[in-house]
């Protein structure tokens, strides 16, 4: 969990600055430059039916674990041999390649996760899984201070960015160096993956009828119905708006690495911090009513970008935004 949160959250803020500043991409392929990269998040629930259908040596979960990461890890290899000769497609391209293999891996991960979540007692049944995210968000954090730290130099910045504490540093990585230090860091993390003793299961392989059978019965649920709406109201009210904001910081305020990364930084600690809190105070709380609560809030802070918009003194800002 920790490999894969430092990949999600090096993907996540470090495409909205290299796309535009070092592969050179159109305005239109850099706002979408992350849901490209984290496509094959979508499919998780076809990850987890083909690495319960196919059980290699007999295994459930290692094989797969260790076949992602070595492919993770050679592509991570590519990037820092070759980022620099890239055009944007091709470096898009890889990063697709390297979080579907971790998908690879973070898939049978988070079944084992469940399965061990069945073994609490009912009173505190999700401590596992919460701290799992906590892992995972908390290496998000450690990404964005990679970002923040070494990334701010001229190479990695608009290319009109001048020297200052505010602007472009004096130093920092190029884009190779950056996934030489990502290669190390993913080595080192995913090392215990390979030395991982999996449990003989006496759980059955099941059939590809019996999942087809499976998940039709769950799609006619009403929870699920309900699912699918807010989902699909959610990206549909919000993500046209996230363009519009990459667009404003990234082509007219032209944040720097430093200013993404604090962002970042930001970001996850405040998601693992509120993961924490639901741990600790809402997991036996009205999940309805957190729901709620959460998105008033976040709706609410969303209005704060008309100011940007209208560009009203002060709000065109790199620390506002």
Request: glycine content about 8%; hydrophobic content about 45%.
């Amino acid at each position: 969990y920790a490999a894969v949160g430092l990949l999600y959250g090096s993907t996540a803020f470090t495409c909205n600055t290299f796309c535009p500043y070092v592969f050179n991409g159109e305005p239109n392929v850099c706002a979408n430059a992350a849901s490209i990269a984290f496509f094959a998040w979508s499919f998780k629930i076809l990850f987890a039916i083909g690495t319960d259908l196919y059980r290699p040596f007999g295994q459930r979960r290692k094989p797969y674990m260790i076949a992602g990461w070595t492919l993770t890890l050679l592509f991570l290899f590519v990037l820092a041999i070759a980022a620099h000769k890239m055009d944007a497609s091709t470096w898009l391209s890889l990063l697709l390649m390297i979080q579907a293999f971790a998908m690879l891996s973070d898939v049978p991960a988070d079944g084992y996760s469940v399965e061990l979540g069945k073994l609490e007692p009912p009173e505190s049944r999700g401590t596992i899984l919460a701290t799992g995210q906590i892992v995972r968000f908390t290496f998000s954090v450690v990404a964005s201070c990679i970002q923040m730290l070494f990334l701010n130099g001229t190479a990695t910045n608009a290319a009109d960015c001048k020297i200052g504490f505010n602007e472009c540093w004096g130093w920092g990585l190029n884009v190779n160096g950056y996934y030489w230090l990502l290669f190390a860091i993913v080595l080192i993390l995913v090392i215990p993956i390979y030395m991982l003793k999996e449990l003989p299961s006496n759980k059955p392989v099941h059939t590809l009828d019996q999942f087809r059978e499976e998940l039709w019965d769950t799609l006619q649920s009403r929870t699920t119905l309900s699912l699918l709406v807010y989902v699909i109201g959610i990206s549909g009210f919000c993500n046209f708006v996230s363009k519009a904001n990459y667009y404003m910081q990234y082509y007219i305020i032209e944040l720097t690495n430093f200013q993404v990364g604090l962002d970042g930084l930001s970001t996850y600690g405040v998601l693992s911090l509120a993961i924490w809190i639901f741990r600790t105070y809402l997991l036996n709380k009205s999940w309805r009513r957190t729901s709620y609560f959460s998105n008033l809030f976040a709706g609410t802070l969303g209005l704060l970008w008309l100011p940007t918009y209208w560009n009203s003194p002060g709000a065109r800002n790199p620390y506002y935004t």
